[in-house]
């Protein structure tokens, strides 16, 4: 394996860079806008842009990158990302703001799908999955250290502002140096979100509300920090707990799903994110206060990679590239709406209103999921589960490549007898 990292140490540089660049935006965004006097509306409005973009980006980007090439398309995506994060220091209205989060948010599921891609074709089957493994911590790890950044002593907002921009330009870099040509890319067909949701229900509709449970947290969760009087390092602190105990929380999501029934692994999730924010609201004081956030966000983040597993399991191998597609964009419309609500539900009911929102939500994907549980036995033969970064990042590359591999295996398996 290490030759293989060897080799792709570009891919593993240009991405890392993009997340440390995208967890600190942002972060940075919610702090800052709350800075200026936004209203937590706002705020709201202006971080759902993000979503939007991906929405678009996620139908149109693969068809760019089939048309002009990777390094290209690479290059052409991350200099308007780079422009984004010059625009909000210079400006400091909310309009100009939301617009460069759209193209943010455009740009960055192309930027995700070329890495992938490219990566998933230079690695060989048999080390597909450690190679990923190594790919996964460094979107969470960049993620996580962008975030936190924001906690530096005397740093000021020209500096973090400049160095989104500075890492977003520099991740074209190693792209540009290397060596070998990149792979042919053919764009994926797409799936009706309500063919997959006569397929699977508890997939769509969880990916949804994961979305949504994870798009409320993770924008409001800095502005909660704040209002319990938190300074601009502390409430920073939040997204990082958020981003590191929601990866953490892959794995042992990841275990039982993959040896029980799928759905037993969402319920016990939804279970202890209900626990974890009834706590909160029988809570006087702010004691643990990153902790209980943190929790939920374990109960929500591995969601999605485990949705994507069940659907998966119901689906014939053909199926599984335009599914995957069609998952993405349930979690990019269920972000789209979290981003949005769950600011503006603190503006209307506070912190209790928040809370409030966040059982309502886990409790929704708990009853679902019981409901289909009862109605439908699980499949009898189920893959692995694999980890899918939050925010839904990566997004189809994993499945797209195991159902290639596994294809590729069975044409070469007939050639031979």
């Known amino acids: 394996m290490r030759r293989a990292l060897i080799d792709n140490w570009s891919l593993f540089a240009g991405i890392l860079m993009l997340m440390v660049a995208n967890g600190l935006m942002m972060t940075l965004l919610t702090i800052r806008g709350a800075e200026l006097g936004f209203s937590s509306t706002v705020i709201g409005i202006m971080q759902a842009?993000?979503?939007?973009g991906a929405?678009?980006?996620?139908?149109?980007?693969?068809?760019?990158?089939?048309?002009?090439?990777?390094v290209r398309s690479f290059a052409a995506l991350a200099s308007l990302c780079s422009i984004s994060a010059i625009v909000h220091l210079l400006t400091k209205d909310p309009y100009s703001w939301t617009a460069m989060r759209v193209l943010a948010g455009f740009c960055f599921p192309g930027l995700y799908v070329i890495t992938e891609s490219w990566?998933?074709?230079?690695?060989?089957?048999?080390?597909?999955?450690?190679?990923?493994?190594?790919?996964?911590?460094?979107?969470?790890?960049?993620?996580?250290?962008?975030?936190?950044?924001i906690g530096l002593p005397d740093v000021t907002?020209?500096?973090?502002?400049?160095?989104?921009?500075?890492?977003?330009?520099?991740?074209?870099?190693?792209?540009?140096?290397?060596?070998?040509?990149?792979p042919e890319y053919e764009a994926p067909e797409r799936m009706p979100i309500r063919t997959l949701l006569s397929i699977?229900?508890?997939a769509v509709s969880g990916s949804l509300l994961s979305g949504i449970t994870m798009g409320a947290l993770f924008a409001a969760a800095p502005?909660?920090?704040?209002?319990?009087?938190?300074?601009?390092?502390?409430?920073?602190n939040i997204s990082v707990a958020l981003t590191l105990v929601g990866a953490l929380a892959q794995y042992p999501a990841a275990y039982v799903a993959d040896r029980f029934d799928r759905r037993a692994a969402l319920i016990g999730l939804s279970a202890i994110g209900i626990v974890a924010v009834a706590y909160s609201l029988m809570q006087d004081s702010e004691t643990a206060l990153v902790l209980r956030l943190a929790i939920m966000g374990a109960a929500c983040v591995p969601v999605y990679s485990v949705c994507l597993a069940h659907a998966n399991d119901q689906l014939r191998r053909s199926q599984v590239v335009a599914a995957g597609g069609a998952m993405a964009f349930s979690l990019n419309a269920g972000l789209f709406v979290g981003v949005f609500t769950g600011p503006a539900i603190m503006d209307a009911g506070g912190e209790t209103g928040l809370m409030v929102y966040l059982l309502a939500l886990f409790c929704l994907t708990l009853s679902i999921t019981l409901v289909r549980r009862v109605r439908r036995a699980a499949p009898e033969e189920t893959g692995r589960v694999l980890t899918v970064?939050?925010?839904?990042?990566?997004?189809t590359a994993?499945?797209?490549?195991?159902?290639?591999?596994?294809?590729g295996q069975e044409a070469q398996d007939k050639s031979s007898e």
Not at 55 to 70: C, M, S
Not at 122 to 147: C, D, I, K, M
Not at 223 to 236: K, N, V
């Open 119 to 149: 990566l998933n074709a230079e690695v060989e089957n048999h080390q597909r999955a450690q190679v990923l493994s190594v790919y996964f911590f460094a979107q969470f790890g960049g993620q996580a250290f962008g975030a936190a950044l």
């Open 223 to 236: 502005l909660y920090g704040l209002a319990a009087g938190m300074s601009r390092g502390e409430a920073a």
């Open 157 to 182: 907002v020209t500096v973090l502002f400049g160095t989104v921009s500075i890492l977003i330009s520099l991740s074209i870099v190693p792209l540009l140096l290397t060596a070998g040509d990149p």
């Open 398 to 407: 994993y499945w797209s490549a195991e159902a290639m591999a596994e294809e």
């Open 200 to 202: 699977s229900p508890v």
């Open 389 to 395: 970064g939050s925010f839904g990042q990566p997004q």
């Open 55 to 70: 929405l678009l980006g996620t139908v149109i980007a693969p068809r760019l990158i089939e048309g002009t090439g990777h």
């Open 49 to 52: 842009g993000y979503p939007a």
